[in-house]
């Protein structure tokens, strides 16, 4: 009985929330071992499953608070995780980017748990984010990480950008909440060809 009262907890938006972070988890490690190009890619992959186990809940109409707590501890490794060891090991390594790297997983934390307890400010029929959400930082990061091919070190240009995002993740700035998946997508595209073209 147990066993199966967590599976229908689950569910398939919870099911593909975990795919993610399995493919999240493989980014991770292949961007410690230095394949980059595999570690993007897998990355986005992530990202894009995570859109996807929001649509499957609100095309079943299921929500529940096991639901929502999963899937923002997964965010923390799918998007602080994963930024906090592109900037360690590539964009600003040494001491400098360790202490990025803590910052990054730190604020995004933080900004988890207060989406946690107040959720999104409505002004209906709108609803939006306090502070920018986690992924907006992974992105950069995957994007500074890009520029590097072309500008050679971006340490500095990495910790004031990334520094400058995870105190924004903080900030009571509001971000409309969209449910445009094409939007994303059109993010995550050029991403992934950068990532083809002019990664190893």
Known sequence: MRNSYWVRTIGPAG??????????????????????????????????????????????????????????????INYSVYAAVLSSFYLAPGILGWALGFVIVATGILRLLRFNIEGFTDDEPIKYYRGIVVVHLSLAAITLLLLKQWLGDVALLSVVVLVVLSVLQLSLIRIRKTGRQALWASLVVPLAVGAILWLR
């Open 15 to 76: 099911a593909v929330s975990l795919l993610s972070l399995a493919v999240a988890w493989a980014a991770i490690g292949l961007a410690v071992v230095g394949s980059l190009r595999a570690s993007v890619l897998c990355a986005l992959l992530a990202f894009l499953l995570d859109m996807v186990d929001g649509y499957i809940a609100r095309r079943c109409k299921v929500s529940s608070e096991f639901g929502r707590q999963l899937d923002s501890m997964i965010d923390v």
